[in-house]
């Protein structure tokens, strides 16, 4: 019994209805009822991860235990529910413990989530995978469970308000196929991005005609959202920031 976590969920579905998010599922039934597994997920806004977590409840109330970065960890407020949870926090500087601690429950039984964009896709596309999500899997000896998230970033998401509101907001939630554990690491990642690839396409087409000119749908499909190279840079130039702000951090402690 985990009574944290349970009440958290139950706040969760308690939100949703009071906004009138709608939800679509879209192959449920793969998702696996026992075993460890890496679930990967799409990363488009603040929101992904307790809607990514919907198949694995649904699938005998099963938790998922996301790798989320440490200062979430370190944030007083937050820090507390996420250790309750039983989240793996990551250093983005070093990252070997959580890499160790995440494999750890992978063959304990335990699902463990991932992103494997790294960050937030601004244009909504999927973005280039690290192959942590693969390398864990293959180390753990478990089944890497594409889902893929379609429609959260209306709600919240970097860089546009949010609308936390009654919204009656549609979301298209959808379970790839398990890809087992086996081919070098770079192998599985290619073939966990088409997997999740075709999934993205087939629930955008389930959702049916995108408003054109709003800022949460990809330029792909008439949106106003920055294309996946300018989102690229925009990464890139944020990274620059960050580098750039620690060194002098670190100039000034020296």
């Known amino acids: 019994m985990e009574p944290v976590y349970g009440t958290i969920l139950e ?28 679930v990967a997920i799409n990363h488009t806004g603040y929101l992904d991860f307790p809607f990514a977590g919907k198949p694995a409840y649904a699938a005998g109330r099963r938790k998922v235990r996301f790798m989320a970065k440490k200062e979430v960890f370190d944030n007083s407020k937050s820090g507390p529910i996420m250790r ?53 899997a293959i180390e753990a000896g478990v089944p890497v469970i594409p889902v893929v998230v379609w429609g959260a970033q209306q709600i919240w998401t970097k860089g546009l308000p949010k609308k936390l509101g009654r919204n009656k907001f549609r979301i298209v939630i959808g379970v790839c196929d398990p890809l087992d554990p086996v081919g070098p690491p770079e192998e599985l990642t290619a073939r966990l991005k088409e997997s999740m690839q075709a999934m993205l396409l087939q629930l955008q087409d389930l959702y049916g005609p995108h408003p054109q000119g709003e800022p949460w749908v990809p330029a792909r499909l008439g949106g106003t959202a920055p294309t996946l190279e300018e989102a690229d840079a925009m990464d890139a130039a944020d990274l620059d ?4 702000l620690r060194e002098d951090r670190q100039a000034d402690g020296a």
């Open 11 to 38: 706040v969760a579905r308690g939100m949703w209805a009071f906004q009138g998010i709608k939800f679509t599922e879209v192959d449920f039934h793969k998702f696996p009822r026992t075993g460890g597994a890496v």
């Open 84 to 136: 309750a949870l039983r989240h793996i926090p990551v250093d983005r500087e070093a990252g070997a413990d959580a890499y160790a601690a995440a494999v750890a429950a992978l063959k304990s039984g335990e699902l463990v989530g991932v992103y494997p964009e790294a960050t937030h896709s601004r244009s909504f596309e999927l973005k280039g995978f690290k192959s942590g999500a693969a390398r864990m």
């Open 241 to 244: 920031e960050r580098r750039r």
